[in-house]
Nanobody
């Protein structure tokens, strides 16, 4: 059974850093595209970053480019999101997800409505002084 478990969230001051982890079980991550989404209170989820099967191809939302870095460790079946220079507007619940077949290898930060995903429970990130 496919499971995704996030960790690493917390409270950080503006300008600080956090590293989120997404540990997968039931799949081998190099066969899938894994996307980090975030959802602020009262808002729809937004795609933040995605890493494709090879691990060499990554996609970032404009709002996090040059601040966030996505990576994977195949040996640990884990995808990471390194977040630097955090801003209050980065506050949200962050969760990782992978699309169900036949879209499991596709990176889409703004997927069509109705596309089904496996996702984790999420980890909260609060950026505040």
């Amino acid at each position: 059974q496919l499971q995704l478990v996030e960790s690493g969230g917390g409270l950080v001051q503006p300008g600080g850093s956090l590293r989120l982890s997404c540990r997968a079980s039931g799949i081998t991550i190099h066969s899938f595209a894994i996307t980090w989404f975030r959802q602020a209170p009262g808002k729809e989820p937004d795609g933040v970053s995605c890493i494709r099967m090879s691990g060499r191809s990554t996609v970032y939302a404009d709002s996090v480019k040059d601040r966030f870095t996505i990576s994977r460790d195949s040996a640990k079946n884990t995808v990471y999101l390194q977040m630097n220079s955090l801003k209050p507007e980065d506050t949200a619940v962050y969760f990782c997800a992978t699309a169900r077949a036949p879209y499991s290898a596709i990176c889409a930060l703004n997927p069509p409505k109705g596309r089904s995903y496996y996702r984790g429970q999420g980890t909260p990130v609060t950026v505040s002084s």
